[in-house]
């Protein structure tokens, strides 16, 4: 108890300390009326000082503390005249109970030992038990995981569950939608095709496209194509779909073969002796028309059974074409009177002009009038009713109702197929050219030129012809065109042949029977001409032309002595039988103003050598005088030798003494041998002409050189010139 108290003072007492050295000023008033009490002992002083002294330190000693300190003060009297002696004796009773309480433990020691002891054993077991702790939690970790993994598993599981169970309706859904009913599978894959049942297999093909449509984006996700049960179905679907394409395309090839060859059996649908028939495919057209949309099922079921079925049906077709052309144009040439016309136009006897053949041209318009439109539709009909993806004909020649051939349109206007297209139109309408061969011949046989005249028709058919299904119809025109082509120029061959045979004949004179044959050839084949036949036309006069000029002048050079006579008269004899194709034909105008010239330079050198024969000795000394006059004063000329006045007298008397005479001789010299009598005017103008200009010199040069002689004046010899 007095340990206790003890340790009660002390505290108290350091706290009171550490107040007064934290408050120095406010304990040191408070302290001053504490003394005043001890002193003087009264009662009422010290309990009114006490009351102020707790309430001082109210907040650092407690009320069980104060009571003990006044119980321990109880329990002493003394005389305390100053704080500072009692806290002395208060500190040195302190270290004395201290030093007790430390002797007091010394003598307890094995105590101590007791109680460490018993520390260390706590410390193992709690290092023991922090072990067991940290191995617990790491099993509670594991544990935690394995009930996370496991509530994570049964989620996935649940949600697994879940999705198949949505799965499997979905399956159910998709099978059910993608079903066939088991009569429309059993129609498509029978063994049964006929057109009772025609209506039915389309029905059964729409279902059959709705399903395998069910297959494909966006109808089914591409996921879905990996399922076995979607895998099965689809097999099955292709399984039917290639079953009924080749059943269908089967009885379609038979079909096609059998309505060809009923026609073809019954005679009243070509054309007889007698009696032209046009063909008409009317009735064979609506019976395919039927089958379009079985055409159409077929092509998007099965592309590939497509192109054997085009191949059947252009082939059976080509058979009737062919025997179809082949008799009408038979038929054609044996109504049609044919002229008799010679064809050899540079050889033999003068061919008539004045024969018709327009009868022939006439058979060959009617063969293309009946059967290029019957081609082109054709071709039209086989690229929509065998479904061609290519651009849409023109609706010229097509059938209107063809609508039945326009389900579920493929794209038009896309010239996807082209190509193929082009293949199935060389098989539809192969070896049917042939026909048309045979009319270019027949008419060529009956008159070359005639091959003029189709050649036009037929470029005009060419140019009508704009649909791009028409194309092979466009080429069977162009070889048309390339057979009247080779047969032209076959035929300008053989007339070419014929003018070279000429010069083979030596001294031919006159005009050669080429020159105006080729006049009356021109105005032929002029009369021929339609549309652009106008560079074939050309082209033949170039070639006869140019080989004509070529033979005149080898002919020419066999008689040099009248090599002028011979080209003037045959360039004449050109010019003037080509006046009036000339004027309006420029490749004819080409070529006659070079007759001309050549007809010119003819004349002008025949004129100079009959001038010179007769006046030789005349205009030598006049061009002597003018080769003088170049370095030569003209008072000095007259005592040049030979130019004196005594050598003028003589050529003046021996050429102008009668020029009368000598005139008349030169003309006789200018028209001997010529064979054309109305050249003889002209060329004797162009005589007198070329005379006069000479003489004109001549009289000059006398009359400045030699001003005091006497020569005949020009007017005189004008006159005698008109006289003749």
């Given at each position: 108890m007095i340990e206790l108290r003890s340790d009660t003072i002390m505290k108290s007492v350091t706290t009171v300390e550490h107040g007064r050295d934290g408050e120095n000023t406010h304990e040191h008033a408070s302290e001053v009326p504490k003394q005043h009490g001890f002193e003087d002992g009264s009662g009422g002083d010290m309990n009114s000082e006490d009351e102020a002294g707790v309430s001082v330190e109210n907040d650092l000693v407690s009320q069980a503390e104060e009571e003990d300190i006044e119980a321990l003060l109880g329990t002493y009297v003394m005389?305390?005249?100053?704080?500072?002696?009692?806290?002395?004796?208060?500190?040195?009773?302190?270290?004395?109970?201290?030093?007790?309480?430390?002797?007091?433990?010394?003598?307890?020691?094995?105590?101590?030992?007791?109680?460490?002891?018993?520390?260390?054993?706590?410390?193992?077991?709690?290092?023991?038990?922090?072990?067991?702790?940290?191995?617990?939690?790491?099993?509670?970790?594991?544990?935690?995981?394995?009930?996370?993994?496991?509530?994570?598993?049964?989620?996935?599981?649940?949600?697994?569950?879940?999705?198949?169970?949505?799965?499997?309706?979905?399956?159910?859904?998709?099978?059910?939608?993608?079903?066939?009913?088991?009569?429309?599978?059993?129609?498509?894959?029978?063994?049964?095709?006929?057109?009772?049942?025609?209506?039915?297999?389309?029905?059964?093909?729409?279902?059959?496209?709705?399903?395998?449509?069910?297959?494909?984006?966006?109808?089914?996700?591409?996921?879905?194509?990996?399922?076995?049960?979607?895998?099965?179905?689809?097999?099955?679907?292709?399984?039917?779909?290639?079953?009924?394409?080749?059943?269908?395309?089967?009885?379609?090839?038979?079909?096609?073969?059998?309505?060809?060859?009923?026609?073809?059996?019954?005679?009243?649908?070509?054309?007889?002796?007698?009696?032209?028939?046009?063909?008409?495919?009317?009735?064979?057209?609506?019976?395919?028309?039927?089958?379009?949309?079985?055409?159409?099922?077929?092509?998007?079921?099965?592309?590939?059974?497509?192109?054997?079925?085009?191949?059947?049906?252009?082939?059976?077709?080509?058979?009737?074409?062919?025997?179809?052309?082949?008799?009408?144009?038979?038929?054609?040439?044996?109504?049609?009177?044919?002229?008799?016309?010679?064809?050899?136009w540079f050889e033999g006897p003068t061919p008539n002009q004045n024969v018709?053949?327009?009868?022939?041209?006439?058979?060959?318009?009617?063969?293309?009038?009946?059967?290029?439109?019957l081609l082109v539709d054709e071709s039209v009909f086989l690229s929509r009713f065998l479904r061609f993806e290519v651009s849409s004909p023109d609706d010229n020649g097509s059938d209107d109702d063809d609508d039945d051939l326009d389900m579920e349109n493929d794209e038009k206007g896309i010239p996807l197929e082209m190509g193929t297209l082009n293949e199935s139109l060389r098989d539809l309408l192969d070896g049917i050219q042939e026909d048309f061969y045979a009319i270019v011949d027949w008419a060529h046989k009956i008159d070359p030129l005639l091959c003029i005249s189709m050649h036009g028709i037929t470029e005009q058919y060419i140019n009508d012809q704009k649909s791009e299904v028409a194309g092979y119809v466009r080429l069977l025109l162009d070889a048309m065109e390339d057979r009247m082509d080779t047969l032209f120029i076959r035929f300008i061959d053989e007339a070419r042949h014929q003018i070279e045979k000429y010069d083979r004949n030596v001294k031919q004179t006159g005009v050669m029977a080429f020159v105006p044959r080729f006049a009356l050839l021109a105005t032929r084949m002029e009369q021929y001409i339609q549309g652009q036949s106008r560079e074939l036309v050309d082209q033949a006069y170039m070639k006869i032309i140019g080989i004509m000029f070529v033979t005149l002048d080898k002919i020419s050079q066999s008689d040099l002595k009248h090599l002028d006579i011979f080209l003037l008269e045959n360039y004449a004899a050109f010019q003037n039988s080509l006046y009036d194709l000339a004027n309006c034909v420029p490749t004819l105008a080409k070529f006659y103003h070079q007759a001309s010239e050549s007809y010119e330079q003819a004349c002008a050198h025949h004129i100079s050598v009959v001038i010179y024969y007769q006046f030789e000795r005349l205009f030598q000394f006049a061009r002597r005088i003018e080769d003088l006059m170049v370095t030569n004063a003209p008072e000095e000329?007259?005592?040049?030798?030979?130019?004196?006045?005594?050598?003028?007298?003589?050529?003046?008397?021996?050429?102008?003494?009668?020029?009368?005479?000598?005139?008349?001789?030169?003309?006789?010299?200018?028209?001997?041998?010529?064979?054309?009598?109305?050249?003889?005017?002209?060329?004797?103008?162009?005589?007198?002409?070329?005379?006069?200009?000479?003489?004109?010199?001549?009289?000059?040069?006398?009359?400045?050189?030699?001003?005091?002689?006497?020569?005949p004046s020009v007017a005189e010899i004008r006159d005698v010139l008109n006289s003749i």
């Open positions: 005389g305390i005249g100053e704080a500072e002696v009692f806290s002395e004796r208060l500190k040195r009773e302190l270290h004395a109970l201290e030093a007790a309480n430390v002797h007091a433990i010394l003598e307890s020691q094995h105590l101590v030992d007791e109680v460490l002891k018993g520390l260390e054993s706590a410390t193992t077991r709690v290092e023991d038990m922090d072990e067991w702790l940290a191995l617990f939690n790491v099993k509670l970790r594991h544990m935690r995981e394995d009930i996370e993994a496991i509530e994570s598993r049964n989620n996935k599981l649940e949600m697994q569950s879940m999705n198949y169970k949505a799965l499997s309706e979905e399956l159910d859904n998709l099978l059910e939608r993608l079903h066939i009913p088991l009569e429309l599978s059993d129609c498509l894959a029978g063994a049964s095709f006929d057109d009772a049942s025609l209506d039915k297999h389309i029905e059964a093909c729409d279902q059959l496209r709705d399903a395998l449509r069910g297959f494909e984006p966006p109808a089914m996700d591409p996921s879905f194509s990996k399922i076995r049960a979607v895998r099965e179905k689809r097999a099955e679907l292709d399984i039917i779909k290639l079953t009924f394409a080749r059943k269908a395309c089967q009885y379609l090839r038979d079909y096609f073969a059998n309505s060809v060859d009923s026609m073809m059996n019954d005679k009243s649908f070509f054309s007889q002796r007698g009696q032209l028939k046009k063909p008409d495919h009317t009735n064979f057209r609506n019976k395919c028309k039927k089958y379009a949309r079985l055409l159409h099922h077929l092509k998007v079921l099965d592309k590939n059974s497509m192109a054997p079925l085009r191949k059947a049906y252009c082939g059976s077709l080509n058979k009737l074409l062919r025997h179809e052309a082949r008799e009408f144009s038979n038929e054609l040439r044996a109504g049609t009177k044919a002229p008799k016309i010679q064809t050899v018709d053949t327009s009868n022939i041209s006439e058979a060959y318009t009617k063969m293309l009038d009946v059967f290029v439109p000329i007259p005592f040049q030798v030979g130019l004196t006045k005594t050598d003028l007298r003589k050529v003046v008397k021996s050429n102008l003494s009668g020029v009368d005479k000598h005139i008349a001789a030169m003309h006789k010299k200018l028209v001997k041998n010529l064979t054309c009598d109305e050249l003889i005017p002209t060329l004797w103008d162009k005589c007198k002409k070329e005379y006069m200009e000479k003489y004109e010199t001549f009289a000059q040069l006398a009359s400045k050189i030699y001003p005091s002689e006497n020569i």
